[in-house]
């Protein structure tokens, strides 16, 4: 595994140090970051368009991460991949993750959307990435809850339509040599273990369709996501490391009671100050042989973002595990002797 990284998007601003590349990865080096993962979408730090057309640009990037003693782990398409599947409902409230000549023609917005993820899989490879960061949108959030009761038939040809609009995408992202990886969240269409698979049915199990693990998603769904590490391990190919709470009340639980962050009995946390099991996370991940990146993603209800940056690399860096190359006991062993095991089990 290779870390600390982080992701930039949280921290990306009009004030320096957080208004340019230059800058926020010289801050990020500084406390002791190794890579960032890269928002596509943000002007202030990087143009997608000409990373996926010009070496020269990516180079010159690469070169300005190297100064300031970082790389970068993986691009981030978080908010086009969301845009690539959206239900009428939330027209308005995602105009605003695409450019204003798109706003207010969601046809228009979504062929935008699927052009950015195929300029994300060419830039992808021109960095030497192996792994990109997403969304799968969402065509049935607003049915997530089984009332009205759902007609037969809607989640099947939900996910087959899903399966149709991203296929062609993940045919761009193997010609590329990329794997892209879906982030699974709450709004989203692909959210937990089962939707994933349902996905993968509609895709016919495309090998480019994996995931990016996120505990703290799954803590505020109360899923087991160390369980999830042994059933997924090699689909996971993208990692945030990210803390959250579960604490229910007698007036809240999973759904949060329309409260905003500080209030819901789910929560995200910086990392250390939430519930999960980072110990045991880093030990499946390793036991599992993943080799990607260990990105922070903060997202904190209550701790300012510079502090929680600051804590974060040093978590990440004691919890990294060095694979050990050799069993504890080798010291002790017998070597291969075909004569010695026939005589241990009484054969022979």
């Known amino acids: 595994m290779k870390g600390p990284a982080i992701f930039l998007a949280q921290f990306a601003g009009d004030e320096a140090p957080f208004n340019s590349l230059d800058a926020i990865t010289k801050y990020m080096g500084d406390l002791g970051y190794k890579g960032v993962q890269i928002p596509t979408w943000d002007g202030r730090l990087f143009d997608l368009e000409k990373a996926a057309e010009s070496q020269d640009y990516v180079d010159e ?19 086009q991949g969301q845009l690539v599947a959206s239900h009428p409902a939330y027209d ?3 105009d605003g993750f695409a450019p204003a000549q798109f706003h207010d023609n969601p046809e228009a917005r979504r062929q935008w959307a699927v052009e950015q993820m195929n300029l994300a899989a060419r830039a992808s490879r021109r960095f030497g990435c192996t792994s990109h960061a997403t969304f799968s949108g969402a065509l049935m959030w607003h049915m997530v809850y089984p009332w009205p009761q759902r007609p037969a038939g809607l989640v099947e040809e939900g996910f087959a339509e899903l399966g149709r609009r991203w296929k062609p995408i993940l045919d761009a992202f193997d010609e590329n040599g990329v794997d892209a990886c879906y982030e699974l969240h709450p709004g989203e269409d692909l959210h937990d273990g089962v939707t994933f698979e349902r996905f993968l049915d509609a895709v016919d199990q495309h090998p480019r369709a994996n995931i990016l693990y996120d505990p703290s998603h799954f803590v505020l769904q109360q899923l087991d996501y160390l369980a999830f590490i042994d059933i997924y391990h090699e689909r996971i190919r993208a990692f945030h490391v990210k ?7 007698g007036r809240a639980g ?12 789910g ?4 990392l250390g100050d939430g519930q999960i099991d980072f110990g045991a996370i880093f030990s499946k991940l390793t036991q599992y042989g993943y080799d990607g990146w260990a990105v922070l993603e903060w997202e ?5 973002p510079e ?16 694979k050990a190359e050799k069993a504890f006991d080798d010291f002790a062993g017998t ?11 009484g054969i022979g």
């Open 243 to 249: 803390d959250a709470e579960f604490r229910p009340t």
């Open 61 to 79: 990037v690469k070169g300005i991460c190297a100064a300031n003693g970082v790389e970068v782990t993986e691009l981030s398409t978080h908010l």
């Open 300 to 304: 904190c209800a209550l701790k300012h």
């Open 92 to 94: 308005k409230l995602f």
């Open 267 to 270: 929560r995200f946390r910086s």
């Open 335 to 345: 070597g291969t002797d075909k004569a010695l095991i026939d005589q241990v089990l």
């Open 307 to 322: 502090q929680g940056a600051a804590e974060g690399a040093p978590f990440i860096a004691r919890h990294m595990i060095r």
């Open 254 to 265: 999973v759904y949060g009671s329309y409260s905003g962050w500080v209030d819901r009995p």
